[in-house]
């Protein structure tokens, strides 16, 4: 996600190649398009993860005792959600349980998600999902559920953030 000077972008193309998967980096515009293209991205990102969460809490509640490994596995087996948030999801619930006894149920914000807020709010753009999802994370320090606690470890699987249990 990079922005600037097309000519710059161009002179350094096989640079962007070298340090990116395969097609997985692009010319975004004027500088700060890059910045902004990945605060957004980081904004969608939590209200996947919040759907994410609350799908499994859902599953979790109901009276059929779900194996939520197999849940995990089969929804990141073609199915419309598949993606790499359900495939760490299944490694997470396989290497942590599926009670996530020791992962907080308290989230963190690490930002993008309020300045994605904050700029659609400047912008005259409703993000009604995204302002939830961060709603819900600020929430989470006083309220934890096991929603948090599939944020939490999704947040580590990807991230390596810090999920102690403190629930």
């Not at 004027?30 to 605060?39: E, I, L, N, P």
């Not at 999801?89 to 149920?105: A, P, Q, T, W, Y």
């Not at 009604?128 to 989470?140: H, K």
Request: glycine fraction near 12%; avoid cysteine; hydrophobic fraction near 40%.
């Amino acid at each position: 996600m990079i922005g600037g000077e097309k000519k710059i972008y161009d002179k350094y193309e096989a640079l962007w190649s070298d340090m990116a998967a395969p097609n997985a980096y692009a010319y975004l515009g004027a500088s700060g398009a890059g910045h902004f293209v990945k605060m957004v991205h980081n904004g969608i990102e939590y209200g996947m993860m919040q759907a994410i969460g609350e799908g499994f809490e859902v599953l979790r509640a109901a009276p059929f005792k779900v194996d939520l490994i197999e849940a995990a596995r089969i929804y990141n087996n073609q199915s419309v959600i598949e993606s790499r948030l359900t495939k760490w999801l299944e490694d997470g619930l396989r290497k942590e349980g599926v009670e996530l006894e020791h992962i907080s149920g308290s989230v963190s914000a690490s930002g993008e998600g309020l300045w994605t807020v904050e700029t659609a709010k400047e912008l005259g753009v409703p993000v009604p999902v995204i302002a939830g999802s961060l709603r819900f994370r600020e929430d989470s320090h006083a309220k934890p559920s096991f929603t948090g606690k599939i944020l939490s470890l999704l947040r580590n699987q990807f991230g390596g953030h810090e999920v102690t249990s403190r629930t």
